[in-house]
């Protein structure tokens, strides 16, 4: 037995996940802000290949806590860091990006009204940056390959404190970090089941474009990351249902998380009743403080019509992807790719996650 | 003069690149021990000439011997030279380390003659600096993940394997694999990420006696393997190892031999072995091996009839002594 050591990093700290056990064959994997695992791998691995020199200034078009994350390791290794944002970036999130150092681009609130929108004008903004500096390095969480990749730390800690797990429940937004630890948890658990969790109005297993108010999960482009082949189920959830679950959880379990954990959860707690014999592992990838004067505020709840709130205790199953009056729905996706489920393949372009 | 014994192995349960406490990434692999098997050296000293003289096809256990002379140069009365003596039923090019146990008895021979007993990591270093890369034979008190070209210890996992009981089988009767010339694998950013998972998953099994998972991590090592040096028989192994409710499939990823794997708590243990054995042989795979790892085993396997003896000469009996003359 190798005794504790303390972390050299504040981000290797922040990359690994708790898990928790819910239920006898429940078991949650909770993360401070999960996208640290790909944002630290992505980088270092940068490094370590000559990619990211010392004068190398990293560069990346997010609004999110991907942005976040490569400021708190761009810290740790001395680095200039450009993020090109949405003119509405969370006032919060700004501010601990720009105390960490980072230099936030946000993109004209007219640049919406074009075709493309806000992805098309950060994107055209990122290359006009990148044209100007000697060296750059762009992480790319939609494209580079090393996200999903970085999971493996993930898997890594799923085998060794639990050994078998049958199933794997979590948001889908990237696709980095369902399809890189179910992945490489199948490299020795080629058995294991994944279950992605998205939401109404998202493009990404074939639903109708549309507006989406929960956040964080679900995309209106695709990117090249998400592997639809992993998922052997795929659910959508209303923001309402997603926001109840989050509340539950909180109340229950004294988990403090945010919305998307909350829709994994309501979804990875009804699989793991009606499989009582397999054990399931439902990622939580950030903590709730973001969403105290939303998910966790009654009020603001009542305000939106998302309380009193009233759900079926079961996904409504359908066999093509449609929206549902329920607010949950689900289908048996059955490891194929989204031309096989859809008739039409998916055009690849990177998209942005919200949130 | 000294003597030393040194077990074979059946090849590997895991063998890939992994990260060591830096974060540096070195290959490294996790040995099945094949205790039934191996080498015995004697070390006759000679005080007359310097170093030690021989047959080519020794040359790693010469070097082996002037390397424990060297690391024993402070000794009160240290050999000058001397010719070493080996005997061993350990088959050539299957990967199942017959020029480790060469060497690994070697350095204990010379080591004896000394009156010493080097500590398992000296001689580990030793081992893979006579023959480049070597398996972990000589840590036979806990189970390691070795690094098999630098000599060092990247983690202990665990004082011993769980109870394992495997069926070895050589997949390409008649090939044989030159371990020198053998290129080291290159792998995949993916597969090096797969190796944390598997070295996660050994780690488990062995701390917690799970058979059934080290017979995954086995068998997602042998996968990998493919790319590499593959065994064409794979997946009839993989097959048969379903039908008997096998835990895995291991192999030689420096060599031709493998093994299905089972529970050695297995009640129906000697029928298993026994439909195993007739199932290989039907794939005209001759058997290598009945390896059984277990603390609590009882004596059984003499009157059951799964021992080697039927398919290799006895144990121990000197059929190849191979000399090297000073």
New interface residues.
Partial sequence: MSLREGYVEATDAYQLPRLIRLAPNLYAACFTLMKMVPARYILRRAEQEGRLGPDTVIIETTSGTFGLALAMQAVHMRRRLILVSDPVIDDRLYRRLVDLGATVERVPPEAGAVPGGFQAARLARLAEIRAELPESFCPEQYTNPDNPRSYALVAELLVETLGQIDCVVGPVGSGGSMCGTVTNLRSVLPDCQAIGVDTFGSILFGQPDGPRELRGLGMSMFPRNLDRRVFDDVHWCSATAAYRATRQLHQRHGLFMGPTSGAAYLVGRWWAQENPGALTVVMMPDEGYRYQDTVYHDQWLTDRGHLPFTLPERPTEVEHPIPVDSGWACMRWGRRSYQEVMGTSPALVTGEAGA | MGVGYAPAHHGELLQGVFEDEHGRLRRALVTLPMPERGSRAVFYPCQHHWGIVGTPELIKVRRAALLTLRELATHPAPAKGGQIEITSDVPHGLGMGSSTSDVTATIRAVADYHGVRLPREVEGRLAVRAECASDSIMIDDRVVLFAHRDGVVLEELGYRLPPLLVVGCNTQPGDRVDTLRFRPAEYH??EV??F??????I???IA?G?V??LG??AT?SAR?NQRFLPKPVLDDLLAIGRRLGAAGVQVAHSGTVAGLIFDARRPDRQEVVAACREALTGLGLPITAVIRLDPDASTDWSTSGASTASDHSPRRTPADPREVAA
Avoid: E, N, S, W
């Fill in positions: 950013p993916d990420a797969a944390r998972v598997l070295r996660a998953g780690r488990r099994a917690t799970d059934t998972l995954k991590v997602a990998i």
